[in-house]
């Protein structure tokens, strides 16, 4: 089927307000902005999603939004943040939460005793769950010893593209549900449920700094990490930009650091060379 026939037949879409050319733009606009790969087959995800900001800006045909979008650098943002994809859950890929608890969080808290800076960032966070289900684990069950260690120079940076998925993930309230996958002792500790809601404990929130931020844009962080997380991210990049953004990772983590990905993600390219598997989609950062 061709472009055009393919689009003459979206349902309830007419080719005036919205056809080929307009995907194409938005296409390559969002690859250029924030690396993410659209195929032909999202044509209609693009139109849902941007359809609300073309009738809210009164351009009247995508055509005349995607002009607006050239100049209005604003603009630009709301619709690239619209289009990201922001699918998580609590302790999503269980595995990595059992090697975060075991080892390392012992390893974390004895450079924290010690005067160490620790420093744990989720990348492309979404709307939190991931974020706060390190959080937990970092933290553990018991809230006294917990409170020793994140008493420390203890910092987990959060970010994300996405504006509305930060704002629910600083808020750290979520249907009462979605926290059922949270083992019940950190859920007791770290969790209060509130109706038909579960909110995050204060003392669990002061550890995390959220911030808006493109990982394919400037990093201003001035310290390396002792973990990075970015899982079911790259999954929307092509293979150069992956290779990029992962070796951008390996020099920001510090020796001995540990980089988690998505179950679908593997380490390529010049990080390999640094980057060693030592567990399922886990990698540890050789010393040079």
Known sequence: MSEALAFERMPGVSAGVYDAADFA?????????AGIVLPQ????????????????????????????????????????????????FFFREEHHFEHLGGEV??????????????????????SGEETWSIVTT??????????????????VLA???????????????????????????LRRAWIEERGDHAQIAADAMRLVRFRTLNLLGPWPMNKPFDVIFCRNVMIYFDQ??????????????????????GHSERV?????????????????????
């Open 268 to 288: 390529t390219g010049p990080a390999s060379r640094v980057l060693r598997p030592i567990g399922n989609t886990i990698y540890r950062k050789e010393a040079a």
């Open 159 to 185: 970010s994300d593209l996405a504006d509305h998925a930060l704002a629910t993930a600083r808020e750290g309230r979520y249907p009462i549900a979605s926290v059922e996958p949270v083992p019940m002792p």
């Open 240 to 261: 150069p930009t992956k290779e990029r953004l992962v070796a951008r990772f390996a020099e920001q983590l510090r020796p001995g650091g540990l980089l988690y990905i």
């Open 105 to 126: 969080r012992t390893r974390l808290i004895e450079r924290a005793q010690a005067g160490q800076p620790v420093r744990v960032w989720s990348a492309g966070c979404s």
């Open 25 to 33: 733009a938005v296409r390559d606009l969002i690859y250029r902005e």
């Open 138 to 155: 970092l933290l553990g069950a018991d809230r006294v010893a917990a409170r020793r260690f994140a008493d420390r120079d203890v910092i």
């Open 41 to 88: 087959g999202k044509a209609m995800l693009v139109y849902s999603r941007l359809a609300p900001h073309v009738r809210r800006r009164n351009c009247g045909t995508f055509a005349n939004y995607v002009k607006l979008l050239d100049e209005d650098k604003e603009e630009r943002r709301k619709a690239v943040c619209s289009l990201t994809t922001n699918h998580t």
